[in-house]
């Protein structure tokens, strides 16, 4: 899975795209549709009443700098349509989309092209290459209509071409490449405006598995360079989970949840949501930071209190078998039971310290590992596992009870957690 790419010192993420109370009707009359929709009526209703279609229906979310943020729903639910509002190529019947702080609602007719032209791009799943047109020529087609000279065009196609592997034919015509590699001149196309929005509706979705998944971690790894906010509609969990950092669930014009995949897996908002993740394998989108427990374990801070005595009489007093030992930062040093604090001070009856008495195979797990990841290690391991986060600072323990309970909970489809659970460890 996807980690967030613009967030990693946990900053604040900076709002791209604000979506406020956004609706869609399809129809003559939208506004009458509307009303009754705000009274409660509801979808099949107001198309039963009036024929209008209610395609968006009171969407509100924030879309983060660089994130890839994607839309999933089944057919119908409204997901070309709400992404297709953000740029107005369908003009929503009401609310507000915000976008870097402006107003794109209240954008004229020029400013709104240059809107587009400037700061968005579009792939779409099936685009038509021009036959009669070289690749580099397809290209930079969509430059021609900002008016960049053709050098410039040429220059800045080539580079697309370059990020998706595909520099050294641009003189091919399309018939000559593969549905694959197509596929990627529709991305470079996407790529040459240099837009600091991409949205994506159904871009991967012709392609068999196998590119499919190539073209995925190609999306992943430019985004690893460039942090574009990227919008991608999709109906495929799998690749919902691969790329997304966070994920929109629509159902019949509604956004039902927005969140990372660990936070709707774990916590879906109804059975629509439920049944959408059911099928996947929760251990490989739970992670060890998501149950991380720091209240049981005896934790020792080695410069401090870390005597080889002092911690075992302190294990008898609390009636523990293992203590966790800690720099002064923090740090994660190793893990200490009562028979190696016994062992050690059997054979080394002075100068002996508290490094001398850590299990070796005592191990800390990335909060970010998955449960898959960590199985092995809780399995074969009597202690709880210490889970460190990325600078190695101790975050706590995941036990072997906590991890088997989570386990159960997700292969019965309910993923919720419950945040207190007694006599755990
Ligand atoms: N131009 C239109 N006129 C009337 N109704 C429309 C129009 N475009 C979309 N709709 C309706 O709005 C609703 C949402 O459609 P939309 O295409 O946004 O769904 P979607 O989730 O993108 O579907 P798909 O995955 O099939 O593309 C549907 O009920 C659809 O029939």
């Given at each position: 899975m996807n980690n967030n790419h613009n967030n990693s010192d946990n900053s604040e993420p900076i709002e791209?795209?604000?979506v406020k109370n956004l609706y869609k009707i399809f129809g003559p009359e939208p506004q009458q549709a509307l009303d009754l929709l705000k009274k409660g009526k509801n979808k099949e209703e107001i198309y039963e009443q009036t024929g209008h279609t209610v395609g968006v229906q009171d969407a509100s979310m924030s879309i983060n700098q660089g994130e890839i943020f994607v839309v999933m729903g089944l057919s119908g639910s409204g997901k070309s349509t709400l992404v297709r509002m953000f740029n107005r190529l369908i003009e929503p019947t009401s609310g507000e989309v915000i976008v870097d702080g402006e107003n794109v609602m209240a954008m004229n007719h020029n400013q709104l092209v240059n809107f587009r032209r400037s700061k968005t791009s579009m792939v779409f799943q099936s685009f038509a290459l021009m036959p009669h047109l070289n690749i580099i020529d397809n290209v930079s087609f969509g430059l021609e209509l900002?008016?960049?000279s053709k050098?410039?065009?040429q220059e800045?196609?080539?580079v697309a071409l370059e990020q998706v592997g595909l520099e050294s034919w641009g003189n091919a015509h399309p018939r000559e490449l593969s549905g694959g590699m197509q596929q990627r001149v529709g991305l470079a196309r996407g790529l040459a405006v240099d837009p600091a929005i991409m949205l994506m509706d159904e871009a991967f979705s012709a392609l068999d598995p196998l590119i499919r998944t190539e073209m995925q971690d190609e999306l992943l790894k430019l985004q690893d360079q460039h942090q574009r906010t990227i919008i991608f509609i999709s109906h495929d969990l799998d690749e919902a989970l691969r790329i997304g950092d966070r994920i929109a669930i629509m159902e019949g014009g509604r956004v039902v949840q927005v969140g990372t995949p660990e936070e709707i897996l774990q916590?879906?908002?109804?059975d629509y949501v439920r049944a959408f993740f059911r099928g996947v394998d929760p251990t490989g989108v739970i992670s060890a930071g998501d149950i991380v427990r720091d209240t049981q374990p005896t934790v020792i801070w080695h410069?401090?209190?870390g005597g080889l005595r002092a911690t075992l009489e302190k294990l008898n007093d609390l009636d523990r078998e293992y203590a966790y030992i800690l720099d002064s930062q923090r740090r994660f040093c190793g893990v200490v039971s009562i028979d190696s604090l016994r062992d050690t001070l059997e054979r080394k009856t002075s100068g002996a310290k508290i490094?001398?008495?850590?299990?070796?195979?005592a191990t800390a797990v990335l909060e970010t590992d998955s449960l898959q990841d960590i199985?092995?290690?809780v399995a074969s391991h009597s202690w709880p596992i210490p889970v460190v986060n990325e600078e190695k600072k101790y975050r706590g323990v995941v036990s072997k009870n906590r991890f088997l309970r989570t386990l159960h909970r997700a292969e019965n489809g309910d993923h919720q957690q419950k945040s207190t659970e007694p006599g755990e460890n």
């Open positions: 791209k795209i604000a900002s008016g960049m050098d410039k065009r800045r196609a080539l916590n879906p908002a109804d410069t401090s209190q490094e001398d008495a850590f299990l070796p195979e199985l092995p290690l």
